[in-house]
């Protein structure tokens, strides 16, 4: 169940923040700072960042969230979402159809 949550959070974050990303004017690159502020990754405490997330990545439970522990549980999230393991995700995927 704590896994259900963990993935539906995710999603719910990760559509917020394809929401709120923008191109900068005449370049086709994303606004870097957009996308941070959408990511539930920018406010301590909230949304992605809370002590109940940083324990799920947590997978060796030293209170440290390596970037590998933080990349494995992405890799995770995206190996549950994509169980074909096509390389991609379909609006259906995303939204649990």
């Known amino acids: ?24 004017a005449g370049t086709g690159q994303m606004d870097i700072q957009k996308l941070w502020e959408g990511s539930g990754y920018a406010t301590p405490g909230k949304g992605m960042r809370t002590m109940k997330m940083m324990k799920m990545m947590d997978a060796d439970g030293d209170h440290k969230v390596t970037k590998e522990e933080f990349m494995a549980y992405h890799a995770m999230i995206w190996d549950k979402m994509d169980p074909g393991h096509l390389g991609q995700i379909d609006v259906n995927k995303w939204i649990g159809q």
């Open 1 to 24: 169940m704590l896994k259900s949550v963990g993935m539906a959070l995710l999603a719910a974050v990760v559509m917020a923040s394809f929401a709120s990303v923008s191109f900068a």
